[in-house]
Nanobody, 116 residues
Framework: QVQLVESGGGLVQAGGSLRLSCAAS????????MGWYRQAPGKQRELVAS???????NYADSVKGRFTISRDNAKNTVYLQMNSLKPEDTAVYYC??????????WGQGTQVTVSS
């Protein structure tokens, strides 16, 4: 089992920044992929950014150049640094991990609201 706990969401004005954290615990073995997803009201959940155990990253086109995914292995924590936030970034952000391509776990989600 893997547990994921997100934090760092909140209300910010357009152009501002937030950093989300996802603390992971449990049975995590390479290879794995950790990702941040988001879901806005009335929309499907979408991938925002991902980071593999090998260090490869991937970003949605809508956040490239503004968001950065990173990790602290010592703390088993993945971060999403979000800069130049826009109202359309408003959503519930979820942390997700897929271990060995088979086991998938989700965090509880954290609300990000960007005011115009």
């Amino acid at each position: 089992q893997v547990q994921l706990v997100e934090s760092g969401g909140g209300l910010v004005q357009a152009g501002g920044s937030l950093r989300l954290s996802c603390a992971a615990s449990g049975s995590i073995f390479s290879p794995y992929v950790m990702g941040w997803y988001r879901q806005a009201p009335g929309k499907q959940r979408e991938l925002v950014a991902s980071l593999t155990s090998g260090g490869s990253t991937n970003y949605a086109d809508s956040v490239k150049g503004r968001f950065t995914i990173s990790r602290d292995n010592a703390k088993n924590t993945v971060y999403l640094q979000m800069n130049s936030l826009k109202p359309e970034d408003t959503a519930v952000y979820y942390c997700c991990i897929v271990v060995s391509g088979t086991r998938q776990y989700w965090g509880q989600g954290t609300q990000v609201t960007v005011s115009s």
